[in-house]
Structure formats: structure tokens, C-alpha cells
């Protein structure tokens, strides 16, 4: 919030909390934030994350991964989105795109501000061509994944604004190099599924990553 502060922002104007993917080093305060200081805020997720950001579980947030543990504070849903909705704040208009890989949920929105047109997202691709981790504990999907980057590259934003690092303008050469990486891990199970969770004790998860 001081951030937010810190960039003049109006707190009060703020009618709408966007939720890129259920995971907690996006969103692990979400509940507490909204409930002390946004509580008149709507909350929009993807339909396909909105039950991990609500009942909190664990595995699906990655709030319980080894070194990286955190409380997570649940939150209720108000707006469960899907592709080609659109999400209007003032003037301009938020068109939602489906980017599934990295979580089943994973969104972008895309708009425009004085004729440039801008995606953001959280975790998908990076300004260095690098992906949002892939474990199969939280559902990530490598045939999805590989999808959504060549999406990305249909829509052709001017510019870019990911959940980490900086954002950056649009270019092929840094989606294809992400695409480069994910059909190499499609092509090579034994690298695909070196997950960077490992199964709680008394947790029987039999799971692998899913390519279909």
C-alpha cells in the first residue's frame, strides 16, 4: 500500500483488485488488504484459479513450497472471469485473455492508453525470455503453456508489464525463445518433472505433469 502511495494514487479510487494467478508471492495478503482497506473492491480472477485464491489450499498457492513458506489470507471472488471479457475501469477497457501454463488460471489483460497497446500478466514470459516455474503439483501444463506464448505473440501487444522484472517491449524473439525452452521440456519428461515442490510428509500426491 505505500508503494501505491508512493505513486499518488488515490486509494479510494481503487474499485477493483485484479488477481493474475492463485499464487502467494502475487497475492498471499489479498484477504487481509481487502478486508482492512478495500473492503467496497470488487475481486476478479480467473474461474479456473478462483477456488485456490478462496479456500487458500496450499499446494495450489505454493504458500507451503520449502524455503518459500507463507500465511496466505483467503478471499472471496466477487468477478469469475474468462477469455473476451471485459473489465472497464474510467475510460479504459481491460480485455481478458486466458494464458494457462504456469497455473490452470493465469490471465492477461490487454488495453490501450493514447493508441499503445499494453499486456499484463503475471507469471508467463519475462523481459529475458524466461517462464514462470512449472511444477505439476499446482497444475502447471507445458502443451498449455505453449499455447498461451503463442497467443502472446497473435496479440502483439506494443508492450509488456509481467508480474517480475521490468516491464518491455513486445518482440518475437523473446516469446519464441520462451517457446524454444518449453517444447524442450515437452520433449524431455525427466527434466519436465524435476518439481521444485516436494510432497509434504503424510501427503500421498501421485501426480505428473500434465501434457494432454
Same mark, same amino acid.
Given at each position: 500500500l505505500e508503494g501505491i502511495k508512493?505513486?499518488?494514487?488515490?486509494?479510494?479510487?481503487?474499485k477493483i483488485i485484479l488477481v493474475s494467478h492463485a499464487h502467494a508471492d502475487h497475492i498471499a495478503g489479498i484477504?487481509?488488504?481487502?478486508?482492512?482497506?478495500?473492503?467496497?473492491?470488487?475481486?476478479?480472477a480467473h474461474k479456473n484459479d478462483a477456488d485456490f485464491v478462496e479456500n487458500g489450499d496450499p499446494v495450489r498457492t505454493c504458500s507451503a513450497i520449502p524455503?518459500?513458506?507463507?500465511?496466505?489470507y483467503t478471499c472471496k471472488i466477487?468477478?469469475?472471469? *474468462? *477469455?473476451?471479457?471485459?473489465?472497464?475501469?474510467?475510460?479504459?477497457? %481491460?480485455k481478458v485473455w486466458s494464458l494457462p501454463g504456469h497455473t490452470p488460471g493465469s490471465l492477461g489483460v490487454e488495453f490501450a492508453i493514447n493508441g499503445?497497446?499494453?499486456?499484463?500478466?503475471?507469471?508467463?514470459?519475462y523481459q529475458d525470455g524466461g517462464l514462470g516455474l512449472i511444477d505439476a503439483h499446482w497444475e502447471s501444463n507445458i502443451k498449455d503453456y505453449i499455447n498461451?506464448?503463442?497467443?502472446?505473440?497473435?496479440?502483439?501487444?506494443?508492450?509488456?508489464?509481467?508480474?517480475?522484472?521490468?516491464? %518491455?517491449?513486445?518482440?518475437?524473439?523473446?516469446i519464441d525463445q520462451a517457446?524454444?525452452?518449453?517444447? %524442450?521440456?515437452?520433449?524431455?519428461?525427466?527434466?519436465a518433472d524435476q518439481w521444485i515442490y516436494h510432497t509434504p510428509p503424510? *501427503?500421498?500426491?501421485?501426480?505428473?505433469?500434465?501434457?494432454?
Open positions: 508512493q505513486d499518488n494514487i488515490d486509494l479510494d479510487k481503487i484477504g487481509k488488504v481487502k478486508e482492512e482497506r478495500f473492503n467496497n473492491c470488487k475481486v476478479a524455503n518459500f513458506k507463507t500465511e496466505f466477487d468477478i469469475r472471469l *474468462e *477469455e473476451n471479457d471485459i473489465l472497464q475501469v474510467g475510460n479504459v477497457k %481491460f499503445t497497446k499494453y499486456l499484463m500478466y503475471g507469471d508467463v514470459v498461451s506464448a503463442e497467443k502472446i505473440k497473435s496479440i502483439k501487444p506494443d508492450f509488456i508489464l509481467p508480474g517480475h522484472g521490468i516491464w %518491455f517491449k513486445y518482440s518475437d524473439t523473446i517457446l524454444k525452452a518449453l517444447h %524442450f521440456y515437452l520433449g524431455r519428461p525427466e527434466i503424510g *501427503e500421498d500426491k501421485d501426480v505428473k505433469i500434465l501434457r494432454d
